[in-house]
Nanobody, 124 residues
């Protein structure tokens, strides 16, 4: 099992940046596939970005490609989501997820472990 804790959310102006962090209770690099999801009120949870267990494959939703970047601190463990050029439509609760599957996974039902989320609000 692994516990996940997200941080770094908050408020930003359109065009601004935020960096989300996902701290895990155990070492996740090369052990778990990881991802960030988001859910806005009244909408389904959607995959934002994901990385395979090996770290060799990544996925970005079309809506964030070129603006958001995943990175992982191999020594210290956190998974980061750097969010640049933020838009009001990025407003949502952001969740970190992990699963021991080796393949790149991007659907919510493919992940076994979830954090409680961190709120991101972008104003125009």
């Amino acid at each position: 099992q692994v516990q996940l804790v997200e941080s770094g959310g908050g408020s930003a102006q359109a065009g601004g940046s935020l960096r989300l962090s996902c701290a895990a209770s155990r070492y996740t690099y090369s052990t778990y596939s990881m991802a960030w999801f988001r859910q806005a009120p009244g909408k389904e949870r959607e995959g934002v970005a994901a990385i395979s267990r090996s770290g060799k494959s990544t996925y970005y939703a079309t809506s964030v490609r070129g603006r958001f970047t995943l990175s992982q601190d191999i020594a210290k463990n956190p998974l980061y989501l750097q969010m640049n050029s933020l838009k009001p439509e990025d407003t949502a609760m952001y969740y970190c997820a992990a699963d021991p599957k080796s393949a790149l996974v991007v659907r919510p039902d493919e992940f076994s472990y979830w954090g409680l989320g961190t709120q991101v609000t972008v104003s125009s």
